[in-house]
């Protein structure tokens, strides 16, 4: 049976605390029953206002990035077991612009995510290609390598993967259907032949320029579960249309 589909908005360094709360404020009172996961990631600053206005809406709560460690001597970073004291169901790892701002390895980011599932969170993996790799044929051969290298071994059923071509982000650039759906595809047989069936538990999320005009076709792209939605998950007006198209899906 295929999974749930999933909607995270990821804010990145975005938002100031109150229009933090009022954008949580107004995707509480307006998600009524959807039969779709749906989950902000605000900045890790702002995540205890917006835990408070999401209350018990429905609207789950994750954190962007976390550290491997529980506690310790790393300043400025954030464990999984902080994410989850403060209510965060998920957390994104491997985000592209952490392994670039970062130089995140795909080593660190299986260790995050490791650290990610023991504190009890859901761990959404970032994998996905440079404009470079695409037009070097190279698309599969990274996203193998991303995925045997950032995710471990581990309940699937706590794994969410998120394909996220670097090119499309933040771009207006979106690949065709057909190419979304030949990663999707070949990630879920990446994925079989690892953890076996369980691995149709794994939602694989699509995330890159998505918007509500596209979100309908890229939705109904098999092996699709759902979106990872930066620009146009920064307002209500912007995001619901794409949850749903999602619904509707
Ligand atoms: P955009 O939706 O702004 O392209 O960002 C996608 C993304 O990076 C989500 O993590």
Known sequence: MAPRALIAGNWKMNMDRVSSEVLASALAQNVGSVAVDLAVCPPSVYLSPVSVVLGSSGVALGGQDCHTAQNGAHTGDVSPEM??????????????????????????????????????????????????????????AVIAAQLAGSVPDADPA????????????????????????????????????????????????????????????IFAVNDVDGALVGGASLTAADFLPIVAALDAA
């Open 83 to 140: 994410l989850a004291d403060l209510g965060c169901t998920y957390v994104i790892v491997g985000h592209s612009e952490r392994r670039t701002d970062h130089g995140e390895s795909d080593a660190d980011i299986r260790a995050k995510t490791t650290a990610a599932l023991a504190a009890g969170l859901r761990a959404i993996v970032c994998v996905g290609e440079s404009l470079a790799q695409r037009e070097a044929g190279e698309t599969l």
């Open 158 to 217: 706590a794994l969410v993967v998120a394909y996220e071509p670097i090119w499309a982000i933040g771009t207006g650039k979106v690949p065709t259907t057909g190419q979304i759906g030949e990663v999707h595809a070949f990630m879920r047989a990446q994925l079989r032949d690892r953890f076996g069936e369980g691995a149709d538990a794994i939602r694989l999320l699509y995330g890159g320029s998505v918007k509500g005009a596209n979100a309908a076709e």
